[in-house]
């Protein structure tokens, strides 16, 4: 197996954004999820993207983590809304690479005319506003946990639950190996009084995977009504939490609902994805003429998440870059324009004191004459 593959489940271990976390607990409440690191190591995160694409009736989530790990092993736990299983893949690993790309600030030059003592170069501002057991098998129906469907990518076992009972969601979970903190599992009662399923992802048994450094992105998909990216479980996180969110979809979005009631926090950027100007990435993600805005989110105290995030198209597909003011010295034809000025300038006083030299000559040849 590709090492990127056996790196992708670390992408799904923790949402919350630029954070360092260190996790001697064997579960951890994230941003989307729950991680569940093994019992024998520890794991941070460095950092994390994601990339939400919805196109009406579908949503597409993207992780991407950097993550400092000794753990041998980890288990992962994802809310999504339901009512259809959500399908698990590996990523692309170009597509936050060319995000970044089709997120380049404009240029503006800041043209200067006469030459700084030092000069500093460009400036930026902002644009406008254990392995573990046995396989997970299906519960039978009218199961209090059904197992919609169940499959294996690259080193790990990926499932689809569904239930209406919190507490039989965790007894499942802990009997494979999902061992959750209390408070995470009660956190589970938001999601399965909604009708929420979960994903929940392990290594295969048998396996070894490297679950340390720059991670490979995965992708989840599933049906949905709305734009959604779940946050509630990330209360139980204990650090602050940084999230960068990317919107695809066919208009510009806004945030809706925030996490925390009241903390919208604005767009960072905003503009339309051509698949014909872009990688095939995320031309590939987008599949079409798509609207991408992104939002750059902090929480300083965790525990004050309440709610998801939701989104919903914005009033109008304003575009909003950030902008790099870039300073450069005024030429014209590659010469300094102060130098041309002072060389004018001269060259009218030369021509001046000349003019004004004959013009003496001529008056006193002529004063000459007349006295002769």
């Not at 949503?59 to 983590?65: G, I, K, L, S």
């Not at 995320?282 to 992104?294: D, I, K, P």
């Amino acid at each position: 197996m590709h090492k990127w593959a056996a790196k992708a489940l670390t992408v799904m271990l923790a949402a919350g954004g630029l954070q360092g976390i260190a996790v001697a607990d064997p579960a951890w409440a994230c941003g989307c999820g729950a991680y569940i690191p093994g019992a024998n190591g520890t794991a941070s995160v460095a950092r994390e993207q994601a990339v939400v694409r919805f196109d009406g009736t579908t949503e597409d989530v993207v992780m991407r983590f950097s993550v400092h790990s000794d753990a041998p092993d980890a288990a992962w736990v994802m809310p999504v809304p339901g009512p259809g299983p959500a399908k698990t893949t590996l990523g692309d690993k170009d597509l936050f690479d060319q995000l970044s790309t089709a997120q380049e600030p404009l240029v503006k030059v800041h043209h200067y005319f006469l030459p700084h003592l030092s000069e500093s170069g460009a400036k930026s501002g902002a644009g406008a506003p254990d392995n573990v057991g046995g396989p997970m098998a299906a519960a039978p129906t009218g199961a209090p946990v059904r197992v919609l469907s169940d499959q294996r990518i690259g080193a790990f076992e990926v499932a689809n639950l569904a239930s209406a009972d919190p507490k039989a969601l965790g007894e499942w979970l802990e009997q494979h190996s999902f061992t959750l903190k209390a408070a995470t599992a009660e956190r589970l009662a938001a999601y399965t009084a909604q009708g929420w399923q979960f994903v929940a992802v392990r290594l295969a048994s048998g396996s070894s995977a490297d679950l340390d450094g720059v991670l490979d992105p995965i992708r989840i998909s599933f049906p949905a009504k709305d734009a959604v990216y779940p946050m509630r479980l990330s209360a139980g996180a204990t650090t602050p939490q940084h999230v960068e969110l990317s919107v695809l979809a066919p208009h510009r979005m806004e945030i809706a609902q925030a996490p925390i009631a009241a903390h919208a926090a604005p767009s960072a950027f905003g503009d339309w994805i051509d698949p014909s100007r872009t990688g095939p990435a995320l031309a590939n993600l987008a599949a079409g003429r798509m609207f991408l805005t992104v939002f750059d989110d902090a929480f300083e105290q965790p525990s004050q998440i309440t709610q998801d995030y939701g989104f919903s198209p914005a009033r109008s597909d304003w575009v909003q870059h950030p902008v790099t003011y870039k300073e450069e010295l005024l030429t014209f034809l590659g010469i300094p324009a102060y130098l041309l000025v002072v060389l004018a300038l001269t060259g009218i006083g030369v021509v001046t004191v000349v003019r004004r030299g004959r013009r003496s000559v001529r008056r006193g040849r002529g004063a000459a004459h007349l006295a002769g």
